[in-house]
């Protein structure tokens, strides 16, 4: 019998070897202060898992307790099958950090470090994840080959930065936690980190948590996205669902015999459908709009920062 743990979106039971976030009724609390207040979530293998939310929503302290550096107060974690809390070594192999910024190791160079660091991963190699990535492939899957030898206090901020993710990719993880990873990056490294995303969710099958303020980002990279506000989750979907959920109904703009048109519906497809079967070719330059993520990620803040986080979460869970 298939053991199962957590759901899928689709209401269908996940099967416990897809699993690797399992979060129920997570509690944090510094002295009378309720930092994180029942927070559930659930991630499966493969999947892109954006956390968003603004300053001092919890999103760090939720981070830290998976990552096992600091103890909840309430509540059941499960990382990769195992409580962070009192996760060992050979789990914590198995995770990839990428911070917001490293600053030591100025006068190593760059291959030097990434040979030293994959070392630790060996003995914990597997057959289904070889560990260490052998460097040279590293190094050309983040861009940095040509700045190998290089000691790294002289990488320019955006090689810096590569380099940041080289050091949470090498131990090839299972879990990656990514924070704010394209800070420094031009619009072509930004380009390439994507696409390295996607190559690691859809080919390697590794799961991975985004923290990003920039909601472009979130809404290219992640499969879903979970926002917290006031130590709750008011929202949790793909951007699409999540702007559907809260506006509710698209907008259509289109032209026909030079005139323009704006309609707003429900269902947009059928709309536009029934717009061809009665106009035909005679309808040009059309748009379809849904909220943008910025947009709804702002609708739902809004509404938790003016105190009406359980009208917000209510808004979105009324329309699943």
Do not use: C
Not at 45 to 64: D, F, Q, S, Y
Not at 125 to 151: H, I, K, M, N, Y
């Amino acid at each position: 019998m298939t053991t199962v743990t957590g759901v899928l979106e689709s209401g269908v039971p996940m099967p416990v070897d897809e699993q690797v976030l399992d979060v129920r009724d997570l509690r944090m609390r510094y002295g009378t202060k309720d930092v994180l207040q029942g927070v559930s979530f659930t991630a499966r293998r493969g999947e892109v898992l954006a956390l968003l939310g603004p300053n001092g929503a919890g999103k760090t302290t939720t981070i830290e307790i998976l990552e096992g550096f600091r103890k909840r107060s309430a509540g059941d974690v499960r990382v990769l099958g195992v409580d962070p809390g009192i996760g060992g070594e050979r789990w914590r192999a198995r995770l990839g950090v990428v911070l917001q910024s490293w600053r030591d190791h100025g006068k190593w160079r760059v291959r030097e470090l990434l040979h030293h660091l994959g070392t630790y991963y060996s003995v914990y190699s597997t057959a289904e994840f070889p560990r260490p990535w052998p460097v040279d492939d590293l190094l050309e899957t983040v861009g940095l080959t040509a700045q190998s030898r290089q000691r790294i206090a002289q990488l320019s901020g955006g090689q810096r930065r590569r380099l940041d993710v080289a050091i949470g990719i090498v131990g090839r993880p299972e879990l990656l936690f990514l924070d704010e990873p394209t800070v420094g990056f031009d619009p072509a490294a930004r380009r390439d980190f994507h696409d390295l995303v996607h190559r690691l969710a859809d080919v390697d099958g590794t799961t991975i948590l985004l923290t990003t303020h920039d909601l472009d980002e979130a809404e290219k990279l992640a499969d879903r996205i979970v926002i917290l506000a006031g130590g709750r989750i008011i929202a949790d979907g793909s951007a699409d669902q999540l702007s559907l959920r809260v506006a509710g109904e698209s907008e259509i703009r289109w032209t026909r015999d030079g005139a323009r048109y704006v309609h707003s519906a429900i269902d947009a497809t059928r709309f536009v459908r029934e717009l061809f079967q009665q106009y035909g070719d005679a309808i040009t330059d059309l748009e379809v709009r849904r909220a943008s993520l910025e947009e709804t990620y702002m609708t739902l803040v809004r509404e938790s920062e003016a105190g009406r986080a359980h009208e917000a979460a209510s808004t979105f869970q009324e329309a699943l």
